[in-house]
């Protein structure tokens, strides 16, 4: 009488033992891949967190966290880090102004009124900005856009916070566009003809129905964009000074955190100063607030998506 199997035992019998060893490994394998990111960011934190410690010893923290006046070179050394908090968010803020508007409207063409022929055209070369070197976008800050200003504008200084967060805006505008053309795309079709179903016309659609919908990809894309703007190093090193000082003037020098940073980074500054200890504190606060905006990514994401 002939033994009948089912699939599973099947697939059971013709196992060899390597396969099994294999499959039993691959688990682990896969896992231990995964924890490189998590345990590489713990130990970014640990490096960050144990080396600033050290700084709050000499500093204290509480001058470090209210102050308004960084001039870590001078005799009377002085570790306020809303200097530098300061410029970092005027280029933040004015890059914000440049791209969102800019980013949205090329997700909106891209989505709604082009072809597929001229969407698979501009989104690759509209993308390939995200690839241009930073420092090659703090040259043409510098020696492009900062001249063009100074000429319409003379009150601006050959190192101003405009230049660069134009340039910083111009480099996150693939980020905006692209997330947000990709939110908008999931859109369903039906969305679309209920509404020209009712009378609406393309605009409104867009803009009543689509957008809406699509909300929660956008506003992730904004936060996303800002939060790399806020990292941004090279652009600002290059064009906007540094000149640490807390105020709203954008048109004079200033320098941001990651400014900061490359200058300590330099070489010239010695091991143990507080002025050492000062590029880890830096580091931290930066890392709060890159943390700070993905967390808010994450919550826009959750508390407005829509599912379909």
Same mark, same amino acid.
């Given at each position: 009488?002939?033994?009948?199997?089912?699939?599973?035992?099947?697939?059971?019998? !013709?196992?060899?033992?390597?396969?099994?060893?294999?499959?039993?490994?691959?688990?682990?394998?896969?896992?231990?891949?995964?924890?490189?990111?998590?345990?590489?960011?713990?130990?970014?934190?640990?490096?960050?967190?144990?080396?600033?410690?050290?700084?709050?010893?000499?500093?204290?923290?509480?001058?470090?966290?209210?102050?308004?006046?960084?001039?870590?070179?001078?005799?009377? *050394?002085?570790?306020?880090?809303?200097?530098?908090?300061?410029?970092?968010?005027?280029?933040?803020?004015?890059?914000?102004?440049?791209?969102?508007?800019?980013?949205?409207?090329?997700?909106?063409?891209?989505?709604?009124? @082009?072809?597929?022929?001229?969407?698979?055209?501009?989104?690759?070369?509209?993308?390939?900005?995200?690839?241009?070197?930073?420092?090659?976008?703090?040259?043409?800050?510098?020696?492009?856009?900062?001249?063009?200003?100074?000429?319409?504008?003379?009150?601006?200084?050959?190192?101003?916070?405009?230049?660069?967060?134009?340039?910083?805006?111009?480099?996150?505008?693939?980020?905006?566009?692209?997330?947000?053309?990709?939110?908008?795309?999931?859109?369903?079709? *039906?969305?679309?003809?209920?509404?020209?179903?009712?009378?609406?016309?393309?605009?409104?659609?867009?803009?009543?129905?689509?957008?809406?919908?699509?909300?929660?990809?956008?506003?992730?894309?904004?936060?996303?964009?800002?939060?790399?703007?806020?990292?941004?190093?090279?652009?600002?090193?290059?064009?906007?000074?540094?000149?640490? !000082?807390?105020?709203?003037? %954008?048109?004079?020098?200033?320098?941001?955190?990651? *400014?900061?940073?490359?200058?300590?980074? @330099?070489?010239?500054?010695?091991?143990?100063?507080?002025?050492?200890?000062?590029?880890?504190?830096?580091?931290?606060?930066?890392?709060?607030?890159?943390?700070?905006? !993905?967390? %808010?990514?994450?919550? %826009?994401?959750?508390?407005?998506?829509?599912?379909?």
């Amino acid at each position: 009488m002939t033994k009948n199997y089912n699939v599973q035992e099947m697939i059971d019998k !013709n196992k060899s033992n390597s396969s099994n060893t294999i499959e039993k490994l691959i688990p682990t394998i896969l896992f231990l891949i995964t924890s490189i990111s998590i345990l590489a960011t713990i130990a970014i934190l640990y490096i960050l967190a144990s080396e600033s410690i050290e700084f709050f010893r000499r500093i204290p923290f509480i001058d470090f966290i209210t102050g308004t006046d960084w001039r870590p070179y001078s005799g009377d *050394a002085q570790y306020g880090i809303w200097a530098l908090i300061s410029g970092t968010f005027r280029i933040v803020i004015i890059a914000a102004i440049f791209a969102m508007p800019i980013g949205l409207g090329a997700a909106i063409y891209l989505s709604e009124y @082009s072809s597929d022929t001229i969407r698979r055209i501009i989104k690759p070369i509209l993308e390939v900005l995200a690839g241009v070197p930073t420092v090659v976008y703090g040259y043409f800050a510098i020696n492009f856009v900062t001249p063009i200003l100074r000429s319409i504008w003379s009150e601006v200084d050959l190192f101003n916070a405009i230049s660069p967060g134009i340039v910083v805006g111009i480099m996150i505008i693939p980020m905006i566009a692209s997330l947000s053309e990709d939110a908008m795309s999931s859109v369903p079709r *039906a969305m679309r003809e209920g509404s020209y179903g009712m009378g609406a016309t393309k605009i409104e659609t867009t803009f009543k129905v689509v957008i809406p919908a699509a909300i929660s990809g956008i506003m992730a894309s904004f936060v996303l964009a800002i939060s790399r703007a806020i990292g941004e190093t090279m652009i600002v090193s290059i064009a906007a000074g540094s000149n640490p !000082n807390f105020s709203l003037d %954008i048109t004079s020098t200033l320098q941001t955190m990651t *400014a900061f940073i490359v200058q300590i980074t @330099s070489g010239d500054t010695a091991f143990g100063t507080d002025i050492y200890y000062s590029l880890y504190a830096v580091g931290l606060t930066l890392f709060f607030f890159t943390f700070l905006m !993905n967390m %808010i990514s994450i919550w %826009i994401s959750k508390r407005f998506r829509e599912e379909y």
